[in-house]
């Protein structure tokens, strides 16, 4: 029922910053907490980030811990996703997903996935 779109990857080099955006529209838009999932080349999908629908942050992934942080904008209907100093294990596919869930809830004990964006890319050169 939702669309999300991301947008901000690219091409960068190891220590760069990147900031993703995944701008989300269709009906009741805040009662879905929003998450980014990560999917190295040849790995299976996994959790990266949560924004529940009163901001609380969630990490999932303990090897971008104090380097990415997540973020909403109500205002906007936009969750981003900020990435510091990136490294080239970071290189992969970054895609945005929503899920209705409670106020102050995230992902917890399963991964269900309501709707899901496009993906964009992030390449780390080394």
């Known amino acids: 029922q939702l669309q999300l779109v991301e947008s901000g990857g690219g091409l960068v080099q190891i220590g760069e910053s990147l900031r993703l955006s995944c701008e989300v529209s269709g009906p009741f838009v805040e009662d879905y907490a929003i998450g980014w999932f990560f999917r190295a080349p040849g790995k299976e999908r996994e959790g990266v980030t949560c924004?529940?629908?009163?901001?609380?942050?969630?990490n999932y992934k303990d090897s971008v811990q104090g380097r990415f942080s997540g973020s909403r904008d109500s205002a906007k209907n936009t969750v981003y996703l900020q990435m510091n100093n990136l490294q080239p294990e970071d290189t992969g596919i970054y895609y945005c997903?929503?899920?209705?869930?409670?106020?102050?809830?995230?992902?917890?004990?399963?991964?269900?996935?309501?709707?899901w964006g496009q993906g964009t890319q992030v390449t780390v050169s080394s």
């Open positions: 924004v529940s629908r009163s901001g609380i942050s969630t």
């Open positions: 997903a929503a899920r209705r869930l409670g106020r102050n809830q995230c992902w917890a004990e399963t991964w269900e996935v309501d709707d």
